[in-house]
Nanobody, 123 residues
């Protein structure tokens, strides 16, 4: 059973930056689809960014140009660099993995989740 542990959340002012980290318990996920999701109070969880087996990335329209997902295979870690943060980015952020390897990713294929890290952006 893969374990995902997020860190890096916190409070920041509008326009600031944060980098979230997700440590994956096994190196075998270094080529799996990995993603970041978020859920704001009163809203449904939404996909924010994902990275596939070839390290191709995809982003939600709301974060394109501001967020960057990446992974470091040597550290079994996936990152989400968040720049130009806005109050509407305030949410609990979750790291996710697709436990079954596939070359490309789908938002609906993620089935392993971390406990979340809270990001609060003030205006």
């Amino acid at each position: 059973q893969v374990q995902l542990v997020e860190s890096g959340g916190g409070s920041v002012q509008s326009g600031g930056s944060l980098r979230l980290s997700c440590v994956v318990s096994t190196y075998t996920y270094n080529s799996h689809c990995m993603g970041w999701f978020r859920q704001a109070i009163g809203k449904e969880r939404e996909g924010v960014a994902r990275i596939d087996s070839e390290d191709s990335t995809e982003y939600a329209d709301s974060v394109k140009g501001r967020f960057t997902i990446s992974r470091d295979a040597f550290k079994n870690t996936v990152y989400l660099q968040m720049n130009s943060l806005k109050p509407e980015d305030t949410a609990m952020y979750y790291c996710a993995a697709d436990r079954f390897w596939s070359r490309t990713c789908r938002w609906g294929s993620f089935d392993a989740w971390g406990q979340g890290t809270l990001v609060t952006v003030s205006s």
